[in-house]
Nanobody, 124 residues
Framework: HVQLVESGGGSVQAGGSLRLSCVVS????????MGWFRQAPGKEREGVAV???????TYADSVKGRFTISKDNTANILYLQMNNLKPEDTAMYYC???????????????????WGQGTQVTVS
């Protein structure tokens, strides 16, 4: 049974930083891709950053240069370093895992695998 558990969210002022973590337990796809997604109140869920099995990363235009996705393969932890946070970054952040063959970058349609419960990020 695969579980994804996010942590690291919180409330920060604009310009601040947070680092989100997503611990993956249980067996998962090989090769697998992992990504961060977010959903603000009243808005659709959107892709933020994904890391493909070969190390390729893709970012939403709105976070390029501010967010960095990384993965500790030994510990099975996915990170999202978020710098220079803006109020528009306020959302529930989710991590997800999916077979790389099913994924096309940030396109949500491909991410039908495993999802965490989310961690709230609030920027004021």
């Amino acid at each position: 049974h695969v579980q994804l558990v996010e942590s690291g969210g919180g409330s920060v002022q604009a310009g601040g930083s947070l680092r989100l973590s997503c611990v993956v337990s249980g067996s998962t796809y090989r090769p697998y891709c992992m990504g961060w997604f977010r959903q603000a109140p009243g808005k659709e869920r959107e892709g933020v950053a994904v890391e493909e099995g070969d190390g390729t990363t893709t970012y939403a235009d709105s976070v390029k240069g501010r967010f960095t996705i990384s993965k500790d393969n030994t510990a099975n932890i996915l990170y999202l370093q978020m710098n220079n946070l803006k109020p528009e970054d306020t959302a529930m952040y989710y991590c997800a895992s999916e077979r790389c063959a099913a994924v096309t970058g940030l396109d949500l349609q491909g991410w039908q695998g495993y999802w965490g419960q989310g961690t709230q990020v609030t920027v004021s």
